[in-house]
């Protein structure tokens, strides 16, 4: 077996982790495809990677969904979707990963800044517009928008179920209006879905784990260990370019 393989199955078993305890990790997943396929076309590989995990979430965390809040982000996710498809259309393949990581930063630095001024500013119905835009815009572009619909969530004060449960259900819809716009950008195919396959072993031990660790872990933690992932994706993405 090759690098090739084993950084899918990586990937793999980091989305599984990522879906089902802390979300910000998911954000080592492209870097780690894109050792196997190198630029936008790693997009292709993950989608069909996610909407495997995100069935398996809402499968088992499906009591504790907020739909008030998904009613609130998902419109405006749909239409950040179809503003990515055409920013991704015309994208320089070199601007492509250093993009990524000043995209992680950012929402860092977002989510620091809240915590100083804890003004409730992620509460406000402007917020959810400009979450679910900023969400589905940066999640066809970059596969990216891990940190920013957490830390919406994280300020909505949800229980750690329906963390992950609002979090599953809301990128499961993001990832599905994806697909067309990706297959038809020629990002998602046969071979693509071939490589995810692939994955699914990683996968399954994920899931495994996170579910495991999301029952041991408080809600400070959870939302540290969400930053330092990110931090270490915005590293790793900063490597490859």
């Known amino acids: 077996m090759d690098l090739a393989f084993w950084c899918i199955f990586a990937a793999g078993l980091v989305t599984g982790f990522s879906k089902f305890s802390v979300g910000g990790m998911g954000l080592l997943i492209l870097p780690l495809v894109m050792v196997a396929v190198p630029g936008p076309e790693a997009l292709g590989v993950i989608v069909p990677m996610y909407l495997i995990t995100d069935l398996m979430a809402i499968l088992m965390y499906r ?18 979707v179809m503003l990515g498809g055409w920013m991704l259309s015309g994208i320089d ?8 990581g000043a995209i992680i930063i950012a929402m860092l630095a977002l989510g620091l800044w809240l915590d100083r001024r804890p003004s409730g500013l992620m509460r406000h119905p402007l917020a959810a517009n400009l979450t679910g835009l900023g969400a589905g815009f940066i999640s066809l572009v970059a596969n990216a928008a891990g940190p920013l619909f957490s830390l919406y969530l994280l300020e909505q004060r949800l229980s750690k179920e329906a963390y992950v449960s609002t979090r599953a259900w809301g990128f499961m819809l993001i990832n599905l209006a ?3 716009m990706l ?35 408080n809600l400070t933690q959870f939302k540290w260990v969400i930053r330092i992932m990110a931090s270490l994706a915005a590293i790793k993405l900063f490597a490859f370019s």
Do not use: C, D, H
């Not at 393949?93 to 990524?100: E, H």
């Not at 879905?193 to 029952?215: D, H, K």
């Open 63 to 80: 009591r504790e969904i907020s739909w008030k809040v998904l009613a609130a982000l998902l419109p405006p996710a749909f239409a950040g």
């Open 178 to 180: 994806k697909l067309p």
């Open 183 to 217: 297959m038809s950008l020629g990002l998602l195919n046969s071979q693509s879905l071939a490589l995810s396959l692939q994955a699914v072993p990683g996968l399954l031990i994920g899931v495994t784990i996170g579910y495991w660790l999301l029952r041991r872990i």
């Open 93 to 100: 393949p070199a601007s492509f990963t250093p993009l990524l």
